[in-house]
């Protein structure tokens, strides 16, 4: 556990955020049909927000309800917009996860205000 400006992380949970990341990342990336058919904004949220449904539904089979985190599905909308949908090429699945990975390394300090909003956002799921 670590406790930082009030804020109490749990390592355990800090992974199970990262597994979610890690799994819509994974999801988004390989079902991606193309900036073709992916080039109006309606059909990209709509993208997404199969993948988050997907995702969610398969994290509530083991008992974490993330579906109605608004917050979570809000930021992570916004980080693959910018990050994905609106790019003229698509990266590797390998350069997407090195994103995260490399926001979660707590060795690296300039990610932990990322970090903290992220936990605190996905942290009202599970409180």
């Known amino acids: 556990m670590l406790k930082t400006d009030n804020i109490i992380i749990v390592k355990r949970r800090l992974e199970l955020y990262l597994d979610f990341i890690i799994n819509i990342t994974y ?3 390989t079902s991606h049909p193309g900036f073709d058919c992916l ?3 309606e059909d990209i ?3 997404y927000n199969w993948c988050y449904k997907s995702i969610c539904d398969d994290f ?3 008992g974490v309800n993330f579906n109605k985190n608004n917050d979570v ?3 992570l909308y916004n980080f693959f917009y910018k990050y994905f949908y609106t790019k003229k090429k698509l990266e590797s ?3 997407y996860l090195t994103i995260w990975s490399g926001i979660f390394n707590d060795k690296n300090k300039k990610n932990i ?3 903290y ?3 605190e956002n996905f942290d009202k799921t599970l409180v």
Do not use: V
Request: hydrophobic residues 25%.
């Open 73 to 75: 599905k809000k930021y």
């Open 27 to 29: 999801k988004i990336h």
């Open 117 to 119: 909003t992220l936990y």
């Open 60 to 62: 509530l089979k083991h």
């Open 45 to 47: 949220k709509n993208h």
């Open 39 to 41: 080039y109006e904004d």
């Open 113 to 115: 205000p990322i970090i």
């Open 93 to 95: 699945l390998s350069y």
